[in-house]
């Protein structure tokens, strides 16, 4: 007959294959939603240039554009640009990594702790994928695996 711990050390090494399992899928999905979230944006770009060469009255391509393109929660960081063109939820995740308690870097649980999160592992992943695309376009550092903190911005 079997232990109770042998059971539920099995029983766990089975669960910890499939979070493995589960994370890389995880990480595929993110990566391909990331490509169709920039070839959505280029889509966007070019209809609205094509719309403005084709335009008559140059004010009416301007609001036409305006009323359709699709804003990315995180654009690319360019030079000069503020957090405040994020989305609400990574303005705060940007603040939280500016200020003296992710000067060193975070962990998403302690992330999520700093944002009044519950600290569950659907939230901390939630953090962890925002964090890391935040990184894609430049508005934060991965500074060790699992490890976030603010971009550093020079000064002068």
């Known amino acids: 007959m079997p ?3 042998g059971l539920l050390e099995a029983r766990e090494k089975k669960v910890r ?7 890389e899928e995880a990480e595929r999905v993110q990566a391909t939603l990331g490509e169709a979230e920039r070839a959505l944006q280029r889509l966007v770009d070019a209809r609205v240039t094509v719309a403005e060469v084709l335009a008559e009255p140059p004010s009416a391509v301007a609001e036409s554009a305006r009323s359709t393109v699709v804003r990315a929660p995180v654009p690319h960081r360019a030079e000069g640009m503020a957090a405040s063109v ?3 939820d990574y303005q705060r995740i940007v603040s939280v990594l500016e200020s003296e308690a992710g000067r060193d870097g975070m962990r998403c649980q302690q992330l999520a702790t700093a944002l009044g999160l519950e600290v569950i592992p659907a939230k901390v992943e939630g953090l962890r994928s925002k964090a890391k695309r935040l990184v894609e376009r430049g508005w934060a550092l991965q500074v060790r695996p699992g490890v976030f903190t603010a971009l550093a911005v020079p000064a002068g």
């Not at 294959?17 to 994370?23: F, G, M, P």
């Open 17 to 23: 294959e499939e979070i493995a399992r589960l994370r």
């Open 86 to 88: 994020l989305a609400p």
């Open 3 to 5: 232990s109770v711990l």
